[in-house]
């Protein structure tokens, strides 16, 4: 299975990219937000040294018709992107469409909240799609959580821990002024609690 490829775009839209990896095309589906980055970055010129162009995480999805890749601009993407599609109903198509219609880190938010509601405003995500994306993701936020290294850390009693809460909802992508109310309202409301406790509650807060 392909889990990452570096090359020369080729060529670029909203849906896909075409990356030429050692004079091999390959066409990979891309979401809004990987779209977003790539653009920004100036990836899209490509490049001719050892080191050109593009690199993305990839995720191969094999089906009896065929393959199809699915690319993501950074490996958290690639995570939400790989449990989208474990939940029944939820297939690559639509799970790229979510991950273009919210961002990972305020979909880990909202998935955290149980918030269904929000879900629904994305394109193509009907009520019971979204409930079940609640019931099967909500815990597994908990390991995305862990994933970013922040999990079962010891109990926040500000300081340094306070610190690293902050900075595991920046790399979420939240706005560091943001992470730190959500950080410190978490903590004058429950001061006793562990790590992960602290940043489900500031998740909460930055889903409202």
């Known amino acids: ?3 990452f490829l570096r090359g020369r775009v080729l060529r670029l839209g909203p849906e896909a990219v075409l990356l030429d990896v050692g004079g091999v095309g390959y066409e990979v589906h891309i979401s809004l937000a990987t779209y977003s ?6 990836a899209q010129a490509g ?3 050892e080191e050109p162009g593009l690199g993305l995480h990839v995720y191969t ?5 065929g393959i199809a890749l699915y690319g993501f601009w950074t490996e958290l993407e690639k995570r939400l992107f790989e449990r989208l599609i474990a939940v029944s109903g939820i297939g690559p198509r639509l799970a790229r469409v979510i991950l273009s219609g919210m961002p990972p880190a305020e979909l880990i938010a909202t998935l955290a909240a149980g918030d269904s509601k ?4 994305i394109p193509g995500v009907g009520k ?3 409930e079940r994306m609640v019931v099967e993701l909500r815990d597994k936020v908990a390991q995305l959580e862990a994933e970013i ?3 079962g850390a010891p109990a926040a009693t500000g300081g340094a821990e306070e610190e690293d809460l902050v900075s595991a909802l920046v790399n979420l992508g939240y706005k560091p002024a943001h992470a730190e109310q ?3 309202e978490a903590l004058r409301e429950a001061p006793e609690a562990d790590m992960q406790a602290l940043l489900r509650a500031a998740l909460k807060r930055l889903a409202r």
Do not use: Y
């Open 1 to 3: 299975m392909i889990g």
């Open 128 to 130: 019971k799609s979204a």
């Open 37 to 42: 980055e790539i653009e920004g970055s100036g």
């Open 61 to 65: 999805h094999v089906w009896s018709d």
């Open 47 to 49: 490049g001719d040294g």
């Open 182 to 184: 959500a950080v410190a």
């Open 118 to 121: 929000r879900l629904t405003t």
């Open 149 to 151: 290294g922040v999990a």
